[in-house]
Each structure stands twice: as structure tokens, then as C-alpha cells.
DNA sequence: GTAAAGTCTATACCTAGTATAGAGTCAACA
DNA sequence: TGTTGACTCTATACTAGGTATAGACTTTAC
């Protein structure tokens, strides 16, 4: 196939494919007589795992590190486990951060919820401070 | 003051300052002589306005709108109003995502808990879904 | 034969800065 | 007076993960 209808098959855009085999994260395939990439079953599988450990938020170093060790079957798979609970960790960081933005933002909107002018304003004088 | 000591008292990087100021989005100063950029007292409370609303996670451009705003004292603020609420309700919206991305990040950790092999790994089988 | 759709590479752009190189400025000290 | 060190200047490249374009080429359909 080539690659539009891996990009439908996959859900990828044509450029993020592109993007991908450009680093390294996804094989560079064979070509057709007029240069046109062609991928097979193994690159739509490639993709999906590509794709599916980018909605976990892996980055693309990250996912080379995966592939890297998926290439070992028979060494340990601890650094995939830590991998994934280091991402758990951070990610549970973040939704604290932002947690505490939302109390402040939400503190900063009732400190004007009427309509005023703007030299009234609750938020902005908030913002000075 | 120069730009180090504004730097010192913002708590903004010196290129960060330099950055604000090519954005348009921190006033271009005067000079001295040497072509050193002098700043004052204003010089500070602005910037403190903008690291203000960066904390917020304002973007560059939300904040050259309320700058705008700002200097209409007599209009109304209700666009101010507008862009807290609306930030509110997208860090709800992101907060939301992540709590799922924990959840599906936790799931996937406890498909492998102990020091397997890679091809018995069962974050990795989880992966390749 | 030709038009449209698909693909190719290369390049620029996005955010909000950060990091560097290479040059100039200024103050203090010998 | 010379020089050292700290500070500042501009310009440029880089970060992550793509997205968007231009201009050329290939393939398909009528």
C-alpha cells in the first residue's frame, strides 16, 4: 500500500509518517519504480504501536528506547515497566500543577464576575499584584 | 537599572526579557550610551505582569490582548473576564485528559508488575493493541 | 492526451523560551 | 595606562512534535 491509505489505515497524517521514518522511529520502506514509498501489514502494526505509545504521551526518544528493547525478547523488561511508571508519576505531577492553577484562576475569576470597566476590574487588579 | 538587575528582581532571564521585548510584548527601553538597555520602577511592574500572567499560562498573544485592554480604562473588562473563564475551563478540559491518560497509564503498569522477559512483558503486549 | 489526484523532497513555521558565538562596554585594580 | 573580569550587545541555532507550504514528479481515470 502506500502512503495515503496507511495514513487512513493508521490515522497518522502522511507528513507525520513522513516525520517519523525521518527520525529513525519508523523504518524506512521499500520504493515503487517512480519513488513512491510502499508499506506492507508490519508497517501498519509499526505505526499503531508508534501510535498508541504517543497517546500515552511517550516521547519519541522514549519510543525508541521501547523498540529497542522490544528487539531484545529475551533480555529483562524492567525498563519498560519503569519507563511506563516514571510516566505515571510525572503525569500525576502535572495534574497536580494544574489542579493548582485551576484554584487560581477560578479565585481570579470571582474577583470579577460582573461586568465592570476595565479600571475596576478584579482580575486585573489581581494581576498587578 | 540595567538588565541584569531587572533580570535579578522579575525572576525573568535576561534572554527572556530580550525575547519580551522582540515579541512586542514588553516595551523597548531607552539605552545609555553604550547601547546598554537602562530600565525603571515601570519597567519592573511590567514585567512582573507578564510573569504574572505567564503563570497563569496565558500565551504571549492573550497577553498583549489584556496589555491592550488595559489601556482602556474606560471600556469594559469583560473580555478579561472571558479569557479567565475560558482558561479555566480548558485546564479543566486538560485535566480531565490526563486523569484518563493516569488511568490508562496504571492499567498498563499492572500488566507487569515483576522482572519478566520482554516477549512475556504485558506492558508491551498491552502496547501492541 | 490531458486533467486530477497522489506523491516526492525541501523548507519554513508553530510555542516560549534557552544556549551559543563573537563583539563591544564598563569598572576596578596594578 | 593597561588589563582583567563582569556585564551587555546582536544574531543565530536549537528544543518537541509535528503542520503547512512550494514546486516538481508519478499515476490513474476518462
Known amino acids: 500500500m502506500k502512503i495515503g491509505e496507511l495514513s487512513k489505515k493508521s490515522g497518522c497524517s502522511i507528513q507525520t509518517i513522513r516525520f517519523y521514518e525521518k527520525q529513525d522511529l519508523f523504518e524506512a520502506c521499500n520504493r515503487s519504480e517512480g ?3 510502499i508499506y506492507d501489514a508490519s508497517s501498519l502494526r509499526a505505526l499503531r504501536f508508534i501510535k498508541q505509545c504517543r497517546s500515552l ?3 519519541i526518544i522514549e519510543i525508541k528506547q521501547l523498540l529497542d528493547t522490544k528487539n531484545n525478547p529475551d533480555k529483562s523488561c524492567s525498563s519498560v ?5 516514571q510516566h505515571m508519576v510525572d503525569v500525576t505531577h502535572r495534574i497536580a500543577e494544574l489542579e493548582e492553577l485551576k484554584a487560581t484562576l477560578s479565585e481570579m475569576a470571582s474577583a ?11 482580575v486585573l487588579q489581581l494581576l498587578e499584584e
Open 112 to 122: 470579577c464576575t460582573d461586568d465592570r470597566k476595565v479600571k475596576e476590574c478584579g
Open 81 to 85: 515497566n519503569n519507563l511506563i511508571h
Open 57 to 59: 504521551d511517550l516521547t
Open 35 to 37: 519513488n513512491y514509498r
